[in-house]
């Protein structure tokens, strides 16, 4: 008869308790769901920014070697760094060059790359929060010595 009486209580408890467990759920599931796709948001804008900061010195890059030719233009350089982040879609529009100094490649003088991009957000997770802006830009720079 004991162990009748303590079977049924545990069963009662046990009961109960499925109640709590889904409470329990409810309130971490938003905290665990913000948490991962945060973690997303950020690992896709790093490798954004990987991406640009690689456009942004090969662009310098190939303006501080190919300034004295005959044929470099600016133009030439932006697509250098279009086409080392193809996994951003970038245009010749998001790539600023600037020389200082003089204002031209000459000896001496440094190329500076400047390039931004806008995103919208992966998720749309940020987009619920009043205030977010409704995408993401991001900038990488490059700096070289010209060789002219």
């Not at 190939?62 to 086409?83: D, I, K, L, T």
């Not at 190329?111 to 802006?133: D, E, H």
């Amino acid at each position: 008869m004991k162990q009748k009486l303590s079977q049924r209580r545990r069963r009662f408890r046990n009961a109960r308790e499925a109640g709590a467990v889904a409470v329990e759920f409810a309130l971490v599931l938003p905290i665990f769901l913000a948490l991962v796709l945060g973690i997303a948001e950020m690992g896709r804008a790093f490798n954004i920014q990987v991406s640009l900061s690689e456009a942004a010195r090969q662009a310098s890059r190939y303006a501080a070697v190919h300034c004295s030719e005959a044929g470099y233009s600016p133009a030439s350089a932006q697509a250098a760094g279009v086409a080392a982040a193809p996994s951003v879609a970038l245009t010749n529009s998001n790539i600023a060059i600037t020389y200082t100094g003089t204002g031209s490649c000459a000896d001496g003088n440094d190329v500076s790359v400047s390039v931004s991009y806008t995103t919208p957000w992966m998720t749309g997770f940020p987009n619920l929060i009043p205030g977010m802006p409704a995408g993401l830009t991001i900038q990488g720079k490059g700096v070289m010595r010209c060789n002219a």
